[in-house]
T-cell receptor
Framework: ETGVTQSPTHLIKTRGQQVTLRCSSQ?????VSWYQQALGQGPQFIFQ???????GRGNFPPRFSGLQFPNYSSELNVNALELDDSALYLC??????????????FGPGTRLTVL | AQRVTQPEKLLSVFKGAPVELKCNYS??????LFWYVQYSRQRLQLLLR??SRESIKGFTADLNKGETSFHLKKPFAQEEDSAMYYC????????????FGGGTRVLVKP
């Protein structure tokens, strides 16, 4: 069984640029959630994707957008990067059809630094 | 709105001593509560959930709906328990997103 993977591991961008982060869900999982974890804080929910559609969104502006593909992998896109976007971005996958739907399995994260 | 509060940023205990990590939540409906743990250089992973009512690695947590708390306890801390612990809440009415507390760092000294 393959766990959740994320790429890249680290990324440095400058203000105003755009970034795409990628996530491959765990085998058998059909739901992907994205979280932002600023330094010294707990993860904050950005949005969730199920069957290629957004299924819930946290308090993040529209410049944060995402995609889910037929193989359940996902992308997080952030436009017009700001300094405050510097954080660890976590992807978590889960299976909506199982009895343990709420159990989310996390990837190692992508560390984004905006200069 | 959902909210999770972990009042302690850091807990430092000696090996063999009891440890209790506090977690309080606010949510008007019926939430599901979790404890996630992150060991050094490892990814965030589920430690336990209130529905399963089981002990994992010697840790237990009881959901107290009257006090809206879900404190994590272990009677005898071990050095390998040193990690970052996050309390989290999920609710179906809110799309099953996880709302995390700010985390508590546990340091178990020899």
């Amino acid at each position: 069984e393959t766990g959740v993977t994320q790429s890249p591991t680290h990324l440095i961008k400058t203000r105003g640029q755009q970034v795409t982060l990628r996530c491959s869900s765990q085998s058998g999982h059909n739901t992907v959630s994205w979280y932002q974890q600023a330094l010294g804080q707990g993860p904050q929910f950005i949005f969730q994707y199920y069957r290629e559609e957004e299924n819930g969104r946290g308090n993040f502006p529209p410049r944060f957008s995402g995609l889910q593909f037929p193989n359940y992998s996902s992308e997080l896109n952030v436009n017009a990067l700001e300094l405050d976007d510097s954080a660890l971005y976590l992807c978590a996958s889960s299976s909506r059809d199982s009895s343990s739907y709420n159990e989310q399995f996390f990837g190692p994260g992508t560390r984004l630094t905006v200069l | 709105a959902q909210r999770v509060t972990q009042p302690e940023k850091l807990l430092s205990v000696f090996k063999g001593a009891p440890v209790e990590l506090k977690c309080n939540y606010s949510y008007s409906g019926s939430p599901e509560l979790f404890w996630y743990v992150q060991y050094s250089r490892q990814r965030l992973q589920l430690l336990l959930r209130h529905i399963s009512r089981e002990s994992i690695k010697g840790f237990t947590a009881d959901l107290n709906k009257g006090e809206t708390s879900f404190h994590l306890k272990k009677p005898f801390a071990q050095e390998e328990d040193s990690a970052m612990y996050y309390c989290a809440l999920s609710a179906k009415a809110a799309g099953n997103k996880l709302t995390f507390g700010g985390g508590t760092r546990v340091l178990v000294k020899p």
